[in-house]
């Protein structure tokens, strides 16, 4: 479900998920032979290969965390002195050689965002891990009328995943959370990562009991070092003028500062899981795994291990079984926001495994939840049927309400925020199913995205960030999916049933236009 700047936040704002984060069968590197053990120094020459398809592809190392305050400031003035190397080689070749032709689309671009400082970039990131990898991550799915064409295509390596722990630091992290005797508690252990991400890394285990489970073990000093390293990136960002100012980033990065302080905490995260097994309990076709308690502590959290396909998989099975994923999807994400108000905000399609065998999404990864309050959900629902219905009253009053507009904007940014309210809702302003593969709302929204970008006056509200994230993520999915999802039906369906005000005892009359 979509509504008014929520497309538009995967082009315009700091959204995104985080690649295999706690991912339990994401297609990562998993066999042996593809983690380098490095020796040294960083050996940026080797670490990322052309593919078939023309994209890098890089190979994952095995490196320590950079877990102390000083060796993570190390790394970042390591990172800058290689930037600033770079910047100086990239402006005597132009001096000498001339400007290289630009691509069509491509504005030009200052000797800074080179695409030998872009990798530096990248590697660099995929290196320290944290925070900064997440941000790197995140930027990663912009749009190029964001992020200059050589960042995106060097930042595409980092949604490969990142360097892998030694097994003495390894072995250091599960000592000091579980015990000397940590490993007593498991029938086996594969000390080859399933994934690696930005926060942690995944191992499979088998448990006494005979439970296979995916062991998430975070990496030392990320928890201590968001703040810090968020900081130093938003140096970057600044000096790089990569970000334009209306995107308001000093109130995005203030809202993921809080966001990945909040994934770090596993216990916060295990009861997040707990709290979603219960509420779908009964809810057909999906399904929560269970948290190993026994084996889980603040920085170690282990699970059920369960089967799927990620949903960019699933878009190479039968018309049939894409549309049925893309409804359910779409139906979470509604029932999430408008039933529980409590919500699973990381969109990454690795989150969502879909078994055919038993036509279940086992949903994994609940680091990235939160409730919302009950007023700004009232609000919400009667702005996003307003967009459905086309009602340009309703939605200017109600994004009033809710903060995305201020009262004082000028027509012209009245309008395209109408607009885009509109582009957004028109799947659920079609009494049939809506048909994803044909769509060109991504396309629209970009191009409104522009004037709104020369107009705002105001940063979204900070409920805006998370939930556009996952509610961008469940339209996108469905677009991967080319399915034909009855997305008004599914509104209505909720929307029917919907208490408003705080005791819940206002149930507002009258649907929406049936059309």
């Not at 691509?103 to 970039?121: D, G, H, M, Y």
Request: aromatic share 8%.
């Amino acid at each position: 479900m979509v509504i008014v700047m929520v497309l538009l936040s995967t082009v315009l704002q700091l959204s995104g998920g985080d690649p295999g984060n706690a991912a339990q069968n994401d297609g990562l590197p998993t066999s042996e032979g593809n983690i380098a053990v490095a020796s040294g120094g960083a050996n940026e020459e080797d670490a990322s290969l052309p593919s078939a398809t023309g994209k890098r592809q890089r190979r994952p190392r095995e490196r320590r965390v950079p877990s102390t305050p000083f060796s993570r400031a190390l790394g970042f003035a390591g990172l800058g002195a290689g930037l600033a190397w770079g910047t100086f080689q990239e402006s005597a070749k132009r001096v000498l050689f001339g400007t290289p032709n630009l691509q069509e689309k491509q504005s030009v671009v200052s000797p800074f965002l080179s695409e030998r400082n872009a990798e530096r970039l990248a590697l660099a990131l995929c290196r320290m891990r944290g925070a900064a990898l997440k941000l790197g991550q995140m930027l990663s799915i912009q749009d190029e009328s964001v992020i200059p064409p050589p960042i995106l295509a060097a930042l595409d390596i980092v949604r490969q995943g990142a360097d892998v722990m030694p097994r003495s630091q390894l072995n250091q992290v599960l000592d000091a959370e579980l015990g000397p005797d940590w490993s007593s508690k498991l029938i086996s252990f594969d000390y080859e990562p399933m994934a690696a991400a930005s926060i942690g890394q995944v191992h499979r285990a088998v448990a006494k009991n005979g439970m296979h489970v995916a062991v998430k073990i975070q990496y030392p000093g990320v928890a201590d070092s968001i703040e810090s390293d968020i900081d130093n990136v938003k140096l970057l960002l600044d000096y790089t003028n990569l970000i334009p100012e209306k995107l308001f980033l000093d109130r995005a990065m203030k809202v993921a500062k809080e966001e990945l302080s909040l994934e770090c905490d596993y216990e916060l995260e295990a009861s997040n899981q707990k709290r979603f097994r219960d509420l779908l309990s009964n809810t057909e076709g999906f399904y929560v795994p269970m948290v190993v308690d026994d084996i889980s502590s603040k920085r170690v959290l282990s699970t059920e291990l369960v089967p799927g396909i990620p949903i960019d998989k699933v878009a190479c099975l039968a018309q049939e079984t894409r549309n049925y994923v893309g409804k359910k999807l779409l139906g979470l994400t509604l029932m999430e926001l408008f039933v529980f108000r409590f919500m699973q905000t990381d969109p990454n399609w690795s989150n969502f495994l879909y078994d055919d065998t038993t036509k279940t999404i086992n949903l994994i990864d609940f680091g990235a939840a939160r409730d919302y309050p009950k007023s700004f959900v009232d609000d919400y629902i009667r702005m996003v049927v307003a967009c459905a219905d086309g009602d340009r009253e309703a939605v200017v009053d109600m994004s009033r309400r809710l903060g995305f507009l201020t009262g004082m904007e000028s027509d012209v940014m009245l309008e395209a925020h109408v607009q885009a309210a509109f582009v957004v809702g028109l799947p659920f302003a079609r009494p049939d199913g809506y048909d994803f593969r044909s769509t060109n709302i991504t396309q629209s929204l970009s191009n409104i995205g522009a004037t709104m970008l020369r107009h705002r006056l105001t940063p979204p509200p900070d409920e805006a960030y998370s939930l556009h994230r996952k509610l961008s993520g469940a339209f996108l999915a469905c677009i991967k999916l080319g399915a034909v999802v009855p997305c008004r039906e599914l509104l209505l369906q909720v929307y029917r049933s919907y208490q408003f005000g705080e005791g819940g005892g206002e149930i507002f009359s009258s649907a929406p236009n049936s059309r």
